[in-house]
């Protein structure tokens, strides 16, 4: 399977534990995305990569998260002093930036989702 | 900035029978539009996409949308659902010139076929 692929998959953690998910992208997709999804909603961008350059970060994202992709390959996302508000759905999907006519395009490809349930 | 609004959070409908979810968006800017499909406990798998030209535009497992700018709408049909096609379903736009290309979704539709 050479797909996005995310560990783990479930995580259940107490609140105020620090938890971090890991997200594998399809071989040399250059960008990398995280979002979030809560129950009964569509996701919502958290934030993105280039390579290993973290350009853009949504207002969602507060200071207890933190997302790195060091070697521009697979990314993690922790998220620190974890609070009930924080129960999710966190997806991640890549994508390989090209053009498409006269403006660039990239279309992502998701994984299955790492589901974090905080009690 | 990008908005998404999925006219039916949950659309019933007989095996066999056709089916159209509505999407209509906002933008400031030119737009990719897209249909994902979602299983439980999955993630998001693309169905079809709109990047230019032809206003229709066919997608996987028999469904089309149409892009009508002047309605800003992109509506997913299938002419006859089957017991397969019960999921969930996410309109999404992603702004053209837009560096991060972030997609932004709809709340979705929840489609359930009875027998």
């Known amino acids: 399977d050479t797909g996005v692929s995310q560990d783990p998959r479930h995580k259940i953690t107490k609140r105020g534990q620090n938890v971090t998910f890991r997200c594998d992208p399809i071989?040399?997709?250059?960008?990398l995305y995280w979002y979030r999804q809560t129950l009964g909603q569509g996701p919502e961008f958290l934030t993105y990569f280039q390579n290993e350059a973290q350009l853009e970060k949504s207002r969602l994202l507060s200071d207890r998260f933190s997302a790195e992709r060091p070697k521009g390959s697979f990314s993690t996302l922790e998220i620190q002093r974890t609070e009930q508000g924080d129960s999710a759905m966190y997806l991640c999907?890549?994508?390989?930036?090209?053009?498409?006519?006269?403006?660039?395009?990239?279309?992502?490809?998701f994984g299955p989702g790492t589901r974090l349930t905080v009690t | 900035a990008q908005s998404v609004t999925q006219l039916d959070s949950q659309v019933p409908v007989f095996e066999e029978a056709p089916v159209e979810l509505r999407c209509n968006y906002s933008?400031?800017?030119?737009?990719?539009l897209f249909w994902y499909v979602q299983y439980p406990n999955q993630g998001l798998q693309l169905l079809l996409k709109?990047?230019?030209?032809?206003?229709l535009v066919k997608g996987i497992n028999g469904f089309e949308a149409e892009f009508n700018k002047s309605q800003t709408s992109f509506h997913l049909r299938k002419p006859s659902v089957h017991i397969s096609d019960t999921a969930e379903y996410f309109c999404?736009?992603?702004?053209?010139?837009?560096?991060?290309?972030?997609?932004?979704f709809g709340q979705g539709t929840r489609l359930t076929i009875n027998p």
């Open positions: 071989s040399e997709h250059n960008r």
């Open positions: 999907a890549s994508s390989h930036i090209r053009l498409a006519g006269p403006a660039l395009f990239s279309e992502q490809y």
């Open positions: 999404a736009v992603s702004g053209k010139l837009q560096g991060a290309q972030k997609l932004v």
């Open positions: 709109y990047l230019s030209g032809s206003t």
């Open positions: 933008s400031s800017v030119s737009v990719y």
